[in-house]
């Protein structure tokens, strides 16, 4: 079992990953920020998100499914402008939280779009569990 009792990732045969994982741009910035900080707190959690995204490679589902009714504004935005129909987070180390949607866009795979990482405190709040 992997992060949390969560089911490690496994690849298809032939060694390749059975979905894309992608980020939004912006998640894709806060990222590669991680990775390159000189925090080593910072460096462990986009090792952590590598993981995630490792598992969500193999099991979309990995996550659990985020309510809409829970949805705040800027989700319900997302889901407007970009088509987002289901949001999910996925626990990694230190209890932090991967937010990605499942999507497919036209004829095109699906594939895990990762919106946000977050801490536990800041997820219940944003998302009104706190």
């Given at each position: 079992m992997g992060i949390h009792g969560q089911p490690e990732a496994s690849q298809a045969a032939g060694g390749k990953p059975r979905y894309e994982v992608r980020a939004h741009p912006k998640f894709a910035e806060y990222h590669e920020r991680l990775k390159n900080s000189k925090v080593f707190e910072e460096r462990q959690i986009a090792g952590n998100i590598d993981k995630a995204k490792d598992v969500l490679k193999d099991n979309l589902t990995a996550g659990e499914i985020?309510?809409?009714?829970?949805?705040?504004?800027?989700?319900?935005?997302?889901?407007?402008?970009?088509?987002?129909?289901?949001?999910?987070?996925?626990?990694?180390?230190?209890?932090?939280?991967?937010?990605?949607?499942?999507?497919k866009v036209g004829d095109g795979p699906v594939f895990a779009w990762i919106l946000n990482e977050m801490s536990h405190k800041e997820y219940e709040q944003r998302f009104g569990y706190g």
């Open positions: 985020i309510p809409r009714d829970r949805w705040p504004k800027l989700y319900r935005g997302y889901a407007r402008d970009l088509g987002l129909n289901n949001l999910r987070h996925y626990v990694i180390d230190g209890g932090r939280r991967l937010i990605y949607s499942i999507m």
